[in-house]
């Protein structure tokens, strides 16, 4: 079965939801990234996709795994140094150790963290085991990237948008196609936010996996994934971020953003971190 | 995906001092048991004959379901290849240990056997997930509750069902151990519209629900009627998982006469698949707070 033939609402209407019906039968994205990290939340279908993936491009298991740990750094970077205590997490997936509502609630533990997914399934897994502390808050909404008015409305009511906002957007944005604009919704994301907001993404690198294991990869998403996924460029990346200040180092591989640890590979995700400026100041990197 | 290999420094870290119950300790050292064959390059039929069994008898002793024999664990620790006396007698201290009592041997004489190895699945699980079509979870049972169904179910005698009464509340110390499992139960609306024991007996229950739910390694969910029928069509059960890697998922289905243990992948997954399509269907955790506030109202 192929995405193609997945009955999807909305499909083709862009801005409109094309959640994924729950069907074990096929590899799904949060559960592939469950088993990538060494979860139980998946299923036999889930495995064989991961496991046939595994062999033409090992170097998955370790972009799954530094993907994570640079969530950690990154939402530890947003709430110690640049004081940030409101988090829109989307694309949250299966929880797993170091969520970002406990990473942040750590060093700050007023945070509040509003978690965004498309999957029923991943939802309820959220609801479940992303509880907040007592000082802080976790809510959930159930929408798909492509609507941003639901995420912003809904969020709207549990963050105030007149204080700075860190949007994390980890491994989401190289399921949304061309067609469906990423570079919009995103612009439509951070226009929402007042000057101060960050924007922490991580994405699949175009450039990052050579063309054979590439043209492998990609041979076994379609044939047993039930989302597709698209690499981008290095200058995609950075364009994610126009009118924003990037933090430093800028758009890097996920083990090269303030690492904490020697990398023993490389990954194949880009990622950056960037602040929405003051209005009419740009600092430059 | 890591592979764990057996480093005789880390084996039994940690083993030493886990404070739970013997079971739990049993089903530590089964998996250590196994980490250690298949390091060895060895068949569970291979280790089997070499303790005078078979491979179901391998796979047992490795899941924790039997207690294990110094003599079998002597053999197997030769065959694997572990040679450094001192790791194989603090293996051996360990296996002492896992053979002492459980908690509930006190119970023994009104356990019925299927329900005592749930016990020490229970009390060895990091995450307990159960669909409920009539009773309230065990764990989350009141005295006046538990006292009711067991009246309803066991036909036992006074002094019998205050001994069952006394075994759950021992049962659910379990959720205030310092590292608890997390325990998510979805509950069928009937459960709750069913009335045990009366409407005060029910109404403290649903305050004692309403409680547990605020507790971080609860969750409780209503799957309401107004949903329609829904994929559960089994009935009750509970699915088992463990922190350690290599121990399967256990799906535990009580009967009238006895209990069905489920270990085999494709079956623990059509139940995992059930148990998540209810989870996503049903009412969310604050939903349904509200929800078993207003049956309380109505009661």
């Not at chain 1, 951070?190 to 063309?211: I, K």
């Not at chain 2, 005295?143 to 069952?164: F, K």
Request: net charge negative; aromatic share 8%; hydrophobic share 40%.
């Amino acid at each position: 079965m192929t995405t193609d033939e997945a009955p999807t609402a909305g499909e083709g209407a862009a801005g409109q939801s094309k959640r994924p019906p729950f069907d074990t039968s096929v590899a799904n994205q949060a559960r592939i990234y469950d088993y990538l990290l060494g979860g139980k939340d998946n299923y036999e279908a889930d495995r064989a996709a991961v496991d046939a993936v595994l062999k033409i491009a090992p170097e998955l298991g370790f972009t799954a795994r530094e993907n994570r740990a640079f969530l950690g750094r990154a939402v530890r970077y947003l709430a110690a140094e640049a004081g940030i205590r409101q988090f829109l997490d989307i694309g949250t997936g299966i929880p797993t150790a170091g969520n970002t509502h406990q990473v942040a609630q750590e060093v700050a533990p007023e945070a509040r963290v509003v978690y965004v997914d498309y999957d029923p399934v991943v939802l309820a897994h959220a609801r479940a085991l992303l509880k907040s502390n007592k000082a802080g808050a976790t809510q959930y909404i159930d929408a798909d990237l492509r609507d941003t008015g639901t995420i912003l409305d809904q969020a709207g009511r549990l963050l105030d948008f007149t204080k700075p906002v860190a949007v994390t957007l980890l491994m989401i944005l190289h399921v949304i196609p061309d067609s469906d604009d990423p570079h919009a919704l995103v612009a439509r994301l951070m226009d929402a936010l007042p000057p101060g907001s960050y924007l922490a993404l991580s994405h699949l690198g175009a450039e990052l996996l050579d063309r054979e294991k590439a043209e492998g990869f990609q041979g076994v998403v379609r044939r047993q994934a039930q989302q597709q996924y698209i690499g981008r460029t290095r200058e995609e990346i950075d364009r994610f971020f126009d009118g924003m200040d990037l933090i430093e180092p800028g758009v890097v591989r996920v083990e090269e953003w303030r690492p904490d640890h020697e990398a023993e590979a490389k990954s194949a995700l880009w990622c950056a971190v960037g602040r929405k400026p003051q209005e009419g100041s740009h600092e430059v990197l | 995906m890591d592979s764990v290999g057996p480093d005789s420094e880390q084996l039994l870290s940690g083993l030493e001092d886990s404070a739970g119950d013997a079971a739990v300790l049993r089903m530590r050292l089964g998996s250590q048991l196994r980490r250690l064959r298949e390091a060895a390059g060895i068949t569970p039929e291979e280790a089997g004959s070499r303790i005078r069994g078979s491979r179901s008898k391998i796979s047992r002793l490795e899941n924790g379901r039997v207690k294990l024999k110094n003599r079998d664990v002597t053999d197997l620790l030769t065959l694997y290849g572990v040679t450094d006396e001192a790791l194989r007698s603090k293996f051996l201290t360990l296996v002492t240990r896992s053979n002492g009592p459980d908690w509930w041997a006190e119970y023994g004489d009104i356990l019925p056997a299927g329900f005592e190895s749930y016990l020490g699945l229970e009390a060895a699980a990091a995450t307990i997930r159960s669909f409920e079509v009539q009773f309230v979870h065990g764990l989350f049972q009141t005295a006046d509750y538990a006292r009711a169904v067991t009246a309803l179910m066991r036909r036992a005698a006074a002094d019998e069902i205050q001994r069952w009464v006394s075994l759950y509340l021992r049962r659910q110390e379990l959720l205030s151990r310092p590292d608890p499992p997390h325990v998510w139960s979805v509950m069928d609306e009937a459960v709750l519209r069913r009335p045990a024991g009366g409407a005060a007996v029910m109404r403290a229950q649903f305050r004692h629900l309403i409680e547990v739910a605020e507790l971080p390694h609860v969750t409780l969910q209503v799957i309401p009627f107004a949903s329609g029928a829904h994929a559960a069509g089994s009935g009750s059960f509970t699915v088992l998982r463990f922190e350690e890697r290599d121990l399967p998922d256990v799906v535990y289905l009580e009967q009238l006469t006895n209990a069905v243990y489920l270990e085999q992948r494709p079956y623990v997954e059509r139940y995992l698949e059930v148990v998540d399509e209810i989870s996503s269907e049903a009412l969310t955790p604050d939903e349904t707070t509200l929800f078993i506030e207003q049956v309380a109202r109505e009661t």
